[in-house]
């Protein structure tokens, strides 16, 4: 069954002002199953699963914020209006996929132990504070930190964090859980960690679709911000395996399973070339910026995928892994210091998407 558009915004450019690649909005993917996908899938831009069990609702994921929630669940309204949402699933603890819980307060939310463990990981005062010193520090003199503050504020400038308070799922599971909601099974996989702490996959065999979260970026870079990168090819391989027609990826189009091939493919590419620089004492945010500029970079597919700078923190999670002692930086201080190397990186690259974030005079222009 082609995924039929059946709702949406209609807005004329992405949050980041790109042309989207496909419509934001509700597609139907199979029986009874939909995505809510959001153009073109980089920062925030999110998809969610819905799916109707007969008179019952299974939602995987909330948005960001409020706001995006909430204009989710009135385009939805034609389906949950019938079938009530009970049953509220997060595939991992990053707030692009759970700030928006709080609105189900009459639901069960599920996830793994892993993921609520990690939950209180950020915070939506801190990402409002971060807005903030993002928008101050784009002017400051110094180049470093004027490329911080341009990189951050774009990123976040679409989301409006205030008034989210974080609600952590009410039952957790390990490993695995079958979850049979009025006759239709869900299993629901743990994978994690390998893009954070607590990542889960949600497939449903019935419907032959399965709902990856960032396990899955569709023709967009993947980040590992926890590792092992192992973990991550282990659940991509494991999504090659299973018996489905769509795989509704945490961001991007809706993906085949040659698309999940060429995910490995890169996290392939990608230890490959750093493992040699680690091996040489080559700090990782200098590796990375040698390996995006070359030409064995830019005949790869991944070189027309958007956020290549991402490169940056899989690179320190990589390193990490392996044992190469990096700076030892108190607190929420080492994250900020890779994003800066992340926000020079994105510098580096203008041509790259979304645009916004990779020039710096774009709106001076
Ligand atoms: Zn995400």
Redesign the pocket.
């Known amino acids: 069954m082609a995924a039929q558009w059946l709702a949406g915004p209609q807005r004329p450019l992405t949050r980041f002002g790109e042309k989207p690649i496909f419509a934001e909005g509700l597609y139907r993917i199979a029986q009874d199953s939909y995505a809510w996908m959001v153009p073109n899938g980089s920062?925030?831009e999110?998809n969610i699963g819905l799916l109707d069990c007969g008179g019952e609702s299974v939602l995987i994921d909330t948005c960001w914020d409020l706001r995006f929630t909430s204009e989710m669940l009135k385009m939805m309204q034609p389906i949950t209006g019938s079938a009530p949402i009970t049953c509220v699933i997060n595939t991992?603890a990053?707030g692009?996929?759970c700030w928006g819980n709080q609105l189900f307060a009459q639901s069960t939310i599920i996830a793994s132990k892993a993921c609520v463990d990690h939950i209180h990981h950020t915070s939506p005062l801190a990402m409002t504070a971060m807005q903030h010193v993002g928008r101050l520090s784009r002017h400051l003199p110094i180049r470093t930190l004027s490329n911080f503050g341009h990189y951050m504020n774009e990123m976040l400038e679409p989301y409006d964090f205030r008034g989210i308070r974080v609600r952590p799922a009410t039952e957790t599971f390990e490993q695995q859980k079958l979850l049979n909601v009025k006759g239709v099974e869900l299993l629901l996989m743990e994978v994690g960690p390998g893009?954070t702490d607590g990542d889960i996959i949600v497939y449903v065999p019935e419907r032959r679709v399965a709902y990856t979260?960032?396990i899955l970026f569709a023709g967009s870079t993947p980040v590992a911000w926890a590792g092992p990168v192992e973990n991550i090819v282990r659940g991509l391989q494991k999504l090659m395996e299973l018996d489905v027609d769509v795989f509704v990826p945490?961001?991007g189009p809706l993906a085949t399973h040659a698309m999940v091939k060429q995910q490995i493919d890169y996290w392939d590419f990608l230890q490959e070339n750093l493992h040699l620089a680690c091996q040489r004492g080559i700090a990782p945010q200098h590796a990375v910026h040698e390996l995006l500029l070359s030409s064995r970079f830019k005949d790869t597919p991944f070189a027309k995928w958007d956020s290549p700078e991402r490169a940056i923190s899989s690179a320190f999670t990589l390193y990490r892994h392996w044992g190469f002692e990096l700076p030892a930086l108190p607190g929420k201080l080492g994250i900020l210091n890779v994003m800066r190397h992340q926000a020079g990186m994105a510098m580096c690259m203008p041509h790259a998407a979304p645009s916004a974030m990779h020039c710096r005079n774009q709106k001076l222009l």
């Open positions: 920062w925030g999110t991992h990053d692009d996929h893009h979260g960032d945490g961001h």
